[in-house]
């Protein structure tokens, strides 16, 4: 099994900014995904993310709001665009290794927008 | 209608009791199952896919009824570790999945 970080733990922004949530792999995976669960509700899968191209995202997410970056098959970011409270949730990444679909799950980012 | 239905619970059930849970898919071209497991403010930990012939660990047995379109999870001798929310996981494509809404277990002494 993969060990996942993420950056930041948790952070509290302001109606109208950006913030890049980090997530690195301490080995190399085939797949990595962005999930948002927001309190109290499963994982909705926001995009998955590819290396080397740009993400493949999922109905009723759009690049310009989730920009994602992949750039080795170790290390993803998502970057949460022109914040609204609506965006207040928490973000996991997940990595899956090759020939598997058994995704491991970083720590998530808890996100408060105010 | 969702992808993936699961009840949400809670079961509420003494140390050492067996219990069950369904997750009912709407895709019959679905194609791997999974069952996590979620500690309250922690993210999903695998416990176990879900094979055709259905699978056992431990105390934990999971099997795929793809005629009915249901995976189900068995727990048998609960502990007080087994606390948590279930989510059922299902694969529909090289990247797509979805999460089921999760069936929480509370195991009392």
């Known amino acids: 099994s993969a060990v996942i970080s993420q950056k930041p733990s948790r952070d509290i922004c302001q109606r109208g900014t950006s913030l890049t949530i980090q997530c690195q792999v301490d080995s190399q995976v085939t797949m990595m995904f962005w999930y948002r669960q927001q309190p109290g509700q499963s994982l909705t899968l926001i995009a998955t993310?590819?290396?080397?191209?740009?993400?493949?995202?999922e109905s009723g997410f759009v690049i310009d709001k989730f920009p994602i970056s992949r750039p080795n098959l170790t290390f993803s970011t998502l970057t949460v665009s022109n914040m609204s409270p609506e965006d207040s949730s928490i973000y996991l990444c997940?990595?899956?290794?090759?020939?598997?679909?058994?995704?491991?799950f970083g720590p998530g980012t808890r996100l408060t927008v105010l | 209608r969702k992808e993936v239905e699961q009840d949400p619970g809670p079961f509420n059930v003494p140390e050492g009791a067996t219990v069950a849970f369904n997750c009912t898919y709407s895709n019959s071209a679905s194609q791997s199952f999974f069952w996590y497991r979620q500690d309250c403010r922690k993210e999903p930990k695998l416990l176990m896919s879900?094979?055709?012939s259905g699978n056992e660990d431990g105390r934990f047995t999971a099997q795929l009824n793809r005629a009915s379109q249901y995976i189900s999870l068995l727990i048998r001798d609960s502990k007080l570790s087994d606390s948590a929310t279930y989510l059922c996981?299902?694969?529909?494509?090289?990247?797509?999945?979805?999460f089921g809404s999760g069936t929480k277990l509370n195991v009392k002494p």
């Open positions: 879900v094979y055709s």
């Open positions: 996981v299902v694969n529909e494509d090289f990247n797509k999945f979805y």
């Open positions: 993310a590819n290396q080397g191209s740009e993400a493949t995202y």
């Open positions: 997940s990595g899956a290794g090759t020939g598997s679909l058994e995704q491991f």
